[in-house]
């Protein structure tokens, strides 16, 4: 049987390996086709990119944004604002990955593959 401090470790050290799972942390995808023939158009489009960078995308081509999210639970508010953000007009395609999926793709310039993109580290409080 555990007790005290032994049962304070376990708890800890099970919760610390849940936070760090390659399968719980998640990233978003969000890739979008949008119309640009007219002025208007393109107004929407750029205010989409911009609503996107304000809340943490990162852009990874032109039409491609992604993000980083510590949790499923994190990932969950993030589509529900890229949601809310939505255009009138044009494709938007929203996705999640785990972390693991996300490492095991291969990047390519050309015929030479390039190193993935940073990912910098995100703090967790409390």
Same mark, same amino acid.
């Given at each position: 049987? /555990?007790? *005290?401090?032994?049962?304070?470790? /376990?708890? %800890?050290?099970? $919760? %610390?390996? &849940?936070?760090? &799972? ?7 995808? !969000?890739? #979008?086709?949008? =119309? ?10 750029? /205010? #989409? ?7 943490? @995308? %990162? $852009? #990874?081509?032109?039409?491609?944004? /992604? ?6 639970? &994190?990932?969950? !508010?993030?589509?529900?604002? !890229?949601? *809310? ?9 929203? +996705? ?5 999926? +996300? *490492? ?5 310039? *050309? ?5 993935? =993109? ?7 409080? @409390?």
């Amino acid at each position: 049987m /555990l007790y *005290g401090r032994e049962t304070n470790d /376990l708890i %800890s050290s099970t $919760m %610390s390996q &849940n936070r760090l &799972n390659a399968y719980r942390v998640m990233w978003i995808l !969000v890739l #979008f086709d949008l =119309p640009t023939e007219t002025k208007a158009e393109r107004k929407a489009a750029g /205010l #989409f990119r911009k609503r996107l960078i304000d809340d943490g @995308f %990162s $852009m #990874f081509q032109f039409s491609i944004y /992604l993000r980083h999210c510590p949790s499923r639970e &994190n990932a969950k !508010v993030h589509v529900k604002r !890229v949601k *809310g953000m939505l255009p009138k007009y044009g494709k938007v395609c929203i +996705f999640e990955i785990t972390d693991k999926q +996300f *490492g095991m793709m291969e990047i390519y310039h *050309g015929r030479k593959e390039i190193d993935k =993109p940073q990912v910098s580290q995100q703090l967790e409080l @409390f």
